[in-house]
């Protein structure tokens, strides 16, 4: 058997010695970020995504090594080990195999096949299986006795015949290559449950519908177990041959024929073990591979669904940042008013306010007039429009507002206020901003993140920022670990400022946790900003293994030393004062000197310690220290007259902002209240296997409005501008005899926060248009 280390290196593509290294540093402590930044040399150069799935992979393989183990001992104690058994353990390479392997050893309820055993009817049942000539009935009268409970011909040829069948269910080898056929050869077939037409609507699409398992998108998958879930469809896994008239085995049957040499050759007991392979297919073997088999699906649609929520996390996360620059944040409201909050380059909200423009009140003058004053007052240069209900009116009101205004160049943004209602009521919220009402932290929240998204929505759990595909129906397990694996990259992929960041974004730092981060806020509050990584050493708490973890990440703007607010490693000083030595610099001349860094051969500062990797780094962090990884900042801009659906028409070029990407294509806010979806198929002219390739969540894109469908909500678009619009097609887009994927079905609730198609966290709930095969 393979190490776990081998096994990982080939699913990799890399050296065992690499994944060795990289596992007895993760063994150690230290953390993903910090092994792909600072220890490229004993890993050599293994990055951060291939680190965390050889982290997800060591998991999953400790755990069935720990199993493997508890089946070893469970089965020596029962005393039936045998060399050949010991091999196929020790060769399952999934836990699946191990407990097909296990399960005729496996501590079980008494079975009727156990039972029959106890009686004296093992002899039976492997007579006629292995001379099959002989007269199941005759051969059966020497076992009838009334002392062991088995008082005719027929109950010992039941007691035989459950023996068969469990031996048959208990095949390893058998019911793999069975359930590897069904995978291959099956279909889930969804209808919908009598009388449940009009109460299910939202999932017509699969009223009546099958696809082959091995080919189901996971979107799919997860609608139809919701579907089944919520009573409304009836799901069932099945394939062709899998029932077949008595006398005439099908498929499935003939293979666990074969598997134990039962043929009909005329012979007097081919009949009855016939009967014994139908009757082990139908109660035993068949039903347990359907429910391995939707565990499968489940699995497979969950991973997904999980890399999918993941991906549109960290382009979220790793948005371009406006900086530091004084915005104004408008949470939009119609009853309730337009919340208001002015927050400093630096976050710190300096004025609220709550006005009236929109109905029934209608104040929109002095709402000009009085948010216009607040501009000048603290020089705002960006507004930030909440997407919510009434933004397309409050954008109107930002542009009032911009055009009164020249001298202060005010640009405004569509912000998505996702999540921005459920960091108002949390916890962090409350301690940061204690003299603030909750309905002007949100838009405090909603400035904020667009100043920097990465620091404020590090503060909102990442379920409630809503850019996830069915994230109410995987394994709240699974998604956690995932989401905070990317909220712990992109933190320390683009570095935190020590003195100014939040607790909450501190605490997302290698190897601090909530616990440290807290400490090295009240140290800063209590002796002033840092002025060295080394006074880092001075926090309660954190010790020499968190500050090795740590320190690299943690920058210090205007500090004493300038490689401080770099990205270089405090251990690392020693190759940088090498190199200044060698050139004949001050570290302050050196710092930016692009010409004088790109001379330098790595090789000749490279030491046992510190090999051309680092160097590498090394060199490239002088030249642009502490450079943020995130893109130029930039925004689109909504076209004047379009803000309802109503008023879009096919053949429109309209710019958005991409707001979720999907395993079949991109939602798409146009400003009109309702995401748009550009379908895989409409997102390149070449062929592309995901729409991951061609966007992702945030960019700014211009697109073709090819159906609009007012009723159902939805919105068709293309990112290929020429394509030709079919001016004549049905209003809702579809072509006759095609369905479209109910998009209804993809969040089981919209997060908090979430009123309209342009917020993230409702963007699955709006117009789909995945074309799928009706039956």
């Keep these: 058997m393979k190490s776990v280390n081998q096994l990982i290196a080939r699913e990799l593509g890399v050296r065992e010695a690499q994944v060795a290294a990289a596992v007895d540093l993760l063994d150690g402590g230290s953390t993903v970020p910090f092994i792909a930044r600072y220890r490229k040399e004993a890993t050599g150069s293994l990055d951060d995504a291939q680190l965390r799935r050889l982290e997800e992979r060591l998991g999953y393989l400790r755990e069935l090594q720990d199993r493997r183990e508890a089946v070893v001992e469970s089965i020596r104690s029962q005393g039936k080990m045998t060399p050949e058994l010991a091999v196929a353990i020790a060769s399952a390479d999934t836990k699946a195999r191990l407990e097909d392997v296990y399960l005729p050893y496996k501590p079980k309820r008494r079975s009727k096949a156990q039972t029959a055993r106890e009686a004296g009817l093992g002899p039976l049942a492997e007579g006629l299986l292995g001379r099959p000539e002989i007269d199941p009935r005759q051969a059966a009268q020497a076992f009838v006795s009334e002392a062991k409970g088995i008082a005719s011909v027929d109950e010992a040829l039941d007691g035989a015949k459950a023996i068969l069948t469990e031996r048959f269910a208990e095949d390893a080898d058998l019911v793999g290559r069975l359930r590897e056929d069904f995978w291959r050869e099956g279909k889930a077939v969804s209808r919908v449950r009598e009388g449940k037409e009009a109460a299910g609507a939202k999932f017509s699409d699969y009223f009546e519908w099958n696809e082959p ?167 705002v240069e960006l507004i930030a429009v909440g997407n919510g209900t009434a933004s397309r009116e409050t954008d109107k009101l930002a542009a009032e507002i911009v055009a009164a205004n020249p001298e202060l160049r005010i640009s405004k943004v569509m912000v998505s206020e996702a999540g921005a209602s459920v960091y108002s009521a949390s916890e962090i919220a409350s301690r940061e901003l204690p003299g603030l009402d909750v309905s002007h932290r949100g838009a405090a929240s909603i400035a904020r993140r667009l100043q920097d998204p990465l620091a404020e929505l590090v503060k909102i759990d990442p379920k409630a920022i809503g850019v996830g595909q069915y994230q109410h129906d995987v394994s709240e397990y699974k998604l956690t670990r995932s989401l905070a694996a990317v909220v712990e990259d992109a933190v320390n992929a683009v570095g935190v400022d020590v003195n100014t960041a939040s607790a909450a974004l501190l605490a997302q730092v290698s190897g601090l946790g909530e616990a440290v981060a807290a400490s090295i806020v009240s140290h800063r509050d209590v002796n002033g900003p840092f002025r060295t990584r080394s006074a880092l050493k001075d926090v309660p708490g954190l010790g020499p293994k968190t500050f090795e973890l740590a320190a690299g990440f943690l920058r210090i703007q205007g500090g004493d030393d300038p490689l401080d607010r770099s990205g270089v490693h405090p251990e690392a000083y020693p190759v940088v004062r090498r190199i200044l030595e060698a050139v004949k610099s001050d570290i302050e001349v050196l710092v930016g000197d692009a010409a004088a860094l790109r001379k330098l051969s790595p090789a000749s500062f490279a030491d046992a310690r510190f090999g051309i990797p680092t160097v590498c780094d090394i060199i490239a962090e002088l030249e642009k220290p502490g450079r943020d990884p995130r893109p130029a900042f930039k925004t689109a801009t909504f076209k004047e007259g379009v803000e309802k659906i109503t008023d879009l028409r096919p053949g429109m070029q309209l710019e958005g902002v991409v707001t979720n990407v999907a395993a079949f294509g991109a939602f798409v806010d146009i400003g009109v209240h309702q995401d748009g979806l550009v379908h895989v198929s409409a997102m390149s002219k070449r062929r592309i296997a995901s ?45 006759p005899g095609v369905g479209r994927i109910d998009p209804k079905h993809m969040q089981s609730k919209p997060a908090q926060g979430a009123d309209r198609g342009g917020a993230f966290a409702d963007a699955f709930r709006k117009a789909a248009s995945q074309p799928v095969r009706r039956v």
């Design 213 to 379: 398992l091995d080919r189901m998108p996971s979107h799919r998958i997860l609608a139809l177990f919701r579907g089944e879930k919520e009573e409304i469809l009836e799901l069932e896994l099945a394939a062709e041959g899998e029932d077949s008239a008595p006398g005439a085995p099908g498929p499935f049957e003939l293979a666990v024929c074969g598997r134990h040499g039962i043929a009909a050759k005329g012979r007097a007991g081919d009949r009855w073990l016939l009967d014994a392979v139908r009757w082990a297919w139908r109660t035993r073997i068949r039903s347990g591979i359907k429910l391995d088999l939707r565990t499968r699906l489940f699995e497979k649609a969950e991973d997904e669904a999980v890399k999918v929520f993941a991906g549109n996390l960290k382009d979220l996360l790793l948005a371009a940042p406006a900086g530091g620059r004084a915005t104004m944040g408008l949470d939009p409201g119609y009853r309730n008013g337009v919340k208001v909050a002015v927050v400093d380059r630096t976050g710190k909200v300096v004025a609220v306010a709550t006005t009236f423009p929109h109905e029934p009140q209608r104040r929109w003058q002095e709402t000009v007039r009085i948010l216009g004053q607040l501009c000048r007052l603290h020089r």
């Design 691 to 735: 729409p991951s390739e061609v966007v992702k969540a945030g960019d700014v894109v211009r697109v073709l409005v090819t159906a609009v469908d007012v009723p159902r909500q939805r919105v068709s678009l293309s990112m290929r501008l020429d394509d030709p619009i079919d001016r004549t097609a049905p209003a809702n887009g579809l072509r």
